[in-house]
C-alpha cells in the first residue's frame, strides 16, 4: 500500500520560512502528478501548488512568487519551499499524488493523501 509523509511543518513568525517535505512509499512504478493543498479553519481544502511529471508547474495566485514545488523522482518526494510568509498562509497543508501501483495483480493509478502538517504563522 502507498503511503505519503509529510514533514517540515511548524510555527515560524512572518516574514520567515519553511520547507515541506513528501515522501511516498511502497510499491511505486510513478509519481505523476504531485500536489500541495491546505485548508484553514472554517475554509475549504485549497490547492496551493501542483508538478506534473514533466515538471510544469502551476501556483495559487496567494501564492505565486512566494512558494516553490520541486520534485526528485528516483526519491519519489514533493517539496515545497515556502518564503515571505504571512499569517494567512497558516493552515493545514496536504500532499496528494497520483501513483502508479500494484494492487494484487492489478497495476493502478491510486489519488493518494498525506495526513497533513501543520504551518502556523504568527504575526
Known amino acids: 500500500q502507498v503511503q505519503l509523509v509529510e514533514s517540515g511543518g511548524g510555527l515560524v513568525q512572518a516574514g520567515g520560512s519553511l520547507r515541506l517535505s513528501c515522501a511516498a512509499s511502497?510499491?511505486?512504478?510513478?509519481?505523476?502528478?504531485m500536489a500541495w493543498y491546505r485548508q484553514a479553519p472554517g475554509k475549504e481544502r485549497e490547492l496551493v501548488a501542483s508538478i506534473s511529471r514533466t515538471s510544469v508547474t502551476n501556483y495559487a495566485d496567494s501564492v505565486k512568487g512566494r512558494f516553490t514545488i520541486s520534485r526528485d523522482d528516483p526519491k519519489h518526494t514533493v517539496h515545497l519551499q515556502m518564503n515571505s510568509l504571512k499569517p494567512e498562509d497558516t493552515a493545514v497543508y496536504y500532499c496528494?499524488?497520483?501513483?502508479?501501483?500494484?494492487?494484487?495483480?492489478?497495476?493502478?493509478?491510486?489519488?493518494?493523501w498525506g495526513q497533513g502538517t501543520q504551518v502556523t504563522v504568527s504575526s
Open positions: 511502497g510499491i511505486i512504478y510513478s509519481s505523476n502528478t
Open positions: 496528494n499524488a497520483d501513483i502508479t501501483t500494484r494492487q494484487g495483480v492489478s497495476v493502478m493509478t491510486v489519488d493518494t
